[in-house]
């Protein structure tokens, strides 16, 4: 395909066929996958494109083609996990490097960086990033990076991204958004001045709870090519089996994304309406204290709306959580997000169980806080799970 025409298509076309064209040997409509370490060569120094899988494979090459063009951006680098993603990416930096982090970020994030980079050198501080100047005051001048999760997991605060671009682009800094929640279908953060995206395509990139892996798409070439160093020289390649699945599982995304968002409303609003919670979190009510920016920036590929799979309440004490918790039938108790099966939730003592007490509690992150992720089932069923769960 010309790439003036590929440039012009919408979501749902490139992700069916950006990366997907026939192989040429057979024509499979089907890509095939490339199941193998290392490639023939035809002398030292002539290959016919791969040498070795850690350092290129054409199933992944396919996928990071189809990655690229959802998040609109020219480049992608495509991980083993979305840690691995992350972990990359802050490698980007060096010893005495400042990163700023939206201090309501995936536990995994808090994790990563206090015990493991932090030792190597680099500094980090956690900020609410519901507001910009809060950002603009911890930066310093060795900050190098400004990472920030919107919405955040799971208290689903909002990070205003064309203004914290802006401040970024002034400072000199780069700026970095996890969009794991939203995935591509749901927002485009380069689309608002973000250098590098990062997602989690364990999540609702790949919708089936099968695979691990994770994704950095940019613009800028050079950086491009430092991450893709990265890769290569650290390792943490996704296997070509899960590069394979992911990209048949984009194909889906509009389809299964959308539907789960608009479950979600619809068990955002019955909440809301049955005063059932203690606590409700959704950034699509207008209780939601960013809707309106939620409103704003949150726009599916045909600029409708849309607020996210998830949603988090609390149910008050420990006791009722448990009981909750035990009611339900159709909710998986599980860790993840984003899968076409809805899931529940406590990211107290589960995803969030690395983050220290007393920040957990400051931001509301208590022990019967419950996060639901919202598949793509009937949501009359999902909703009778929730009435008959409630004590
Ligand atoms: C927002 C967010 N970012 C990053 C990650 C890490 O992704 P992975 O589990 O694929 O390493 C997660 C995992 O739950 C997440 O929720």
């Not at 995304?253 to 068990?267: G, P, T, V, W």
């Amino acid at each position: 395909m010309k790439s003036e025409k590929k440039s012009k298509l919408g979501f749902s076309t490139k992700s069916i066929h950006i990366g997907n064209t026939p192989d040429k040997e057979f024509g499979s409509i089907s890509p095939p996958i490339h199941l193998t370490s290392t490639f023939l060569k035809d002398s030292v120094y002539k290959n016919r494109g791969h040498d070795y899988s850690r350092v290129s494979n054409p199933t992944r090459d396919r996928l990071e083609q189809n990655l690229a063009a959802l998040d609109n951006a020219k480049y992608a680098t495509c991980f083993s996990t979305g840690m691995a993603a992350t972990t990359a990416l802050f490698q980007l930096f060096n010893k005495g490097d400042h990163i700023i982090i939206s201090r309501n970020t995936y536990g995994g994030t808090y994790r990563m960086s206090m015990n493991v980079l932090l030792r190597h050198g680099i500094e980090f501080d956690w900020v609410d990033t519901r507001k910009v100047e809060n950002v603009e005051y911890a930066i310093k001048p060795n900050t190098k990076l400004i990472h920030v999760e919107t919405p955040t997991n799971p208290m689903l605060e909002i990070c205003d991204l064309e203004n914290m671009s802006r401040l970024c682009k002034e400072k000199n800094i780069l700026f970095s958004v996890d969009n794991t929640f939203m995935s591509p279908y749901g927002q485009r953060p380069i689309d608002h001045g973000a250098d590098v995206v990062m997602q989690s395509s364990t999540k609702s990139l790949s919708g089936h709870s099968d695979l691990l892996g994770g994704v950095l798409t940019t613009n800028d070439k050079e950086l491009d090519e430092k991450l893709h160093f990265i890769l290569k020289a650290t390792g943490a390649v996704p296997s070509p089996f899960d590069n394979w699945i992911l990209l048949r599982s984009t194909k889906t995304l509009s389809l299964r994304y959308q539907r789960s968002c608009d479950n979600a409303m619809k068990i955002a609003e019955w909440l809301n309406k049955k005063n059932l919670t203690k606590k409700l979190l959704y950034p699509g009510l207008k209780s939601h204290p960013q809707f309106l920016l939620a409103a704003k920036q949150q726009l599916n590929p045909n600029g409708k709306r849309i607020f996210g799979n998830m949603i988090s309440f609390d149910v008050g004490s420990e006791e009722k959580r448990d009981v909750f918790l035990e009611r339900l039938e159709i909710f998986s108790l599980a860790e993840s997000l984003g899968g076409v099966e809805s899931l529940v939730c406590v990211p107290y003592d589960m995803t969030h169980a690395a983050v220290p007490e007393e920040s957990k509690l400051e931001m509301g992150i208590t022990k019967s806080l419950i996060r639901l992720s919202i598949g793509i089932e009937d949501y009359s069923d999902l909703i009778d799970d929730l009435n008959s769960s409630f004590s």
